[in-house]
Protein backbone atom coordinates (compact mmCIF):
# COMPACT_ATOMS: atom_id res chain seq x y z
CA UNK A 1 0.00 0.00 0.00
CA UNK A 2 1.30 3.32 -1.08
CA UNK A 3 1.41 5.99 2.06
CA UNK A 4 1.72 9.69 0.98
CA UNK A 5 3.72 12.58 3.04
CA UNK A 6 2.79 15.88 2.38
CA UNK A 7 5.75 18.58 3.48
CA UNK A 8 5.84 22.05 2.92
CA UNK A 9 3.09 23.95 4.55
CA UNK A 10 3.59 26.91 6.49
CA UNK A 11 2.39 30.47 7.57
CA UNK A 12 2.60 33.15 4.82
CA UNK A 13 1.28 36.93 4.25
CA UNK A 14 -1.20 37.17 1.65
CA UNK A 15 0.46 37.57 -1.88
CA UNK A 16 2.97 35.45 -1.36
CA UNK A 17 3.74 31.64 -2.10
CA UNK A 18 4.43 28.28 -0.94
CA UNK A 19 5.58 25.07 -2.90
CA UNK A 20 4.22 22.33 -1.45
CA UNK A 21 5.53 18.22 -1.40
CA UNK A 22 3.80 15.26 -1.57
CA UNK A 23 6.08 11.63 -1.53
CA UNK A 24 4.99 8.64 -1.71
CA UNK A 25 6.57 5.51 -0.42
CA UNK A 26 5.94 3.33 -3.21
CA UNK A 27 5.99 3.41 -7.00
CA UNK A 28 3.33 6.43 -8.41
CA UNK A 29 1.98 4.38 -11.60
CA UNK A 30 1.93 6.71 -14.68
CA UNK A 31 -1.71 5.39 -15.10
CA UNK A 32 -2.92 6.91 -11.89
CA UNK A 33 -4.10 10.20 -12.01
CA UNK A 34 -3.43 11.86 -9.01
CA UNK A 35 -4.48 15.45 -7.44
CA UNK A 36 -4.09 17.78 -4.18
CA UNK A 37 -7.16 18.56 -1.98
CA UNK A 38 -7.75 21.06 0.59
CA UNK A 39 -10.02 20.88 3.51
CA UNK A 40 -10.70 24.41 4.72
CA UNK A 41 -11.63 24.88 8.33
CA UNK A 42 -15.38 23.66 8.83
CA UNK A 43 -15.58 22.76 5.19
CA UNK A 44 -15.49 19.20 3.35
CA UNK A 45 -12.31 18.37 1.35
CA UNK A 46 -12.19 19.66 -2.26
CA UNK A 47 -9.97 19.06 -5.09
CA UNK A 48 -8.13 21.85 -6.19
CA UNK A 49 -5.78 20.30 -8.71
CA UNK A 50 -4.93 16.98 -10.60
CA UNK A 51 -2.24 15.64 -12.81
CA UNK A 52 -2.32 12.99 -15.16
CA UNK A 53 1.01 10.40 -15.45
CA UNK A 54 1.32 12.44 -19.11
CA UNK A 55 1.27 15.70 -17.42
CA UNK A 56 -1.62 16.68 -18.16
CA UNK A 57 -3.06 19.00 -15.57
CA UNK A 58 -6.55 20.30 -14.14
CA UNK A 59 -7.58 23.05 -11.61
CA UNK A 60 -10.49 24.49 -9.70
CA UNK A 61 -11.81 27.67 -10.59
CA UNK A 62 -10.50 29.36 -6.75
CA UNK A 63 -6.67 28.33 -7.96
CA UNK A 64 -6.69 28.65 -11.60
CA UNK A 65 -3.75 31.04 -12.45
CA UNK A 66 -2.58 30.68 -9.20
CA UNK A 67 -1.09 27.59 -8.88
CA UNK A 68 0.84 25.27 -10.73
CA UNK A 69 0.72 21.07 -10.04
CA UNK A 70 3.56 18.87 -11.17
CA UNK A 71 5.10 15.50 -10.75
CA UNK A 72 8.47 13.71 -11.10
CA UNK A 73 7.03 10.04 -11.05
CA UNK A 74 10.75 8.47 -11.24
CA UNK A 75 10.94 9.89 -8.01
CA UNK A 76 7.37 8.73 -6.74
CA UNK A 77 7.11 12.75 -5.92
CA UNK A 78 4.02 15.66 -6.17
CA UNK A 79 4.49 19.42 -6.41
CA UNK A 80 2.20 21.91 -5.73
CA UNK A 81 3.17 25.66 -6.27
CA UNK A 82 1.35 28.59 -4.52
CA UNK A 83 1.54 31.76 -6.05
CA UNK A 84 -0.71 34.90 -5.11
CA UNK A 85 -2.11 33.44 -1.81
CA UNK A 86 -5.26 34.60 -0.92
CA UNK A 87 -6.38 34.16 3.13
CA UNK A 88 -9.49 31.91 1.81
CA UNK A 89 -6.81 29.33 0.72
CA UNK A 90 -5.68 28.32 4.08
CA UNK A 91 -6.32 24.83 5.23
CA UNK A 92 -4.50 21.38 5.34
CA UNK A 93 -3.30 20.08 2.17
CA UNK A 94 -3.30 16.74 0.87
CA UNK A 95 -2.32 14.77 -2.18
CA UNK A 96 -4.09 11.31 -3.26
CA UNK A 97 -5.34 9.80 -6.45
CA UNK A 98 -8.30 11.12 -8.03
CA UNK A 99 -10.90 8.44 -8.98
CA UNK A 100 -10.94 5.25 -7.77
CA UNK A 101 -10.57 3.80 -4.41
CA UNK A 102 -8.14 6.58 -2.54
CA UNK A 103 -4.49 5.28 -0.99
CA UNK A 104 -4.76 5.64 3.02
CA UNK A 105 -4.54 9.36 3.24
CA UNK A 106 -1.57 11.20 4.66
CA UNK A 107 -1.47 13.92 7.71
CA UNK A 108 -1.62 16.92 5.21
CA UNK A 109 0.22 20.03 5.84
CA UNK A 110 -1.12 23.33 7.17
CA UNK A 111 -1.61 26.40 4.81
CA UNK A 112 -2.18 29.21 7.14
CA UNK A 113 -2.35 32.82 4.80
CA UNK A 114 -2.77 35.79 6.54
CA UNK A 115 -4.10 39.29 5.45
Known amino acids: QVQLVESGGGLVQAGGSLRLSCTAS????????MGWYRQAPGKQRELVARITGGGTTNYSDSVKGRFTISRDNAKNTMYLQMSSLKPEDTGVYYC?????????WGQGTQVTVSS
Open 26 to 33: GMLSRLIV
Open 96 to 104: NKVGGSYYD
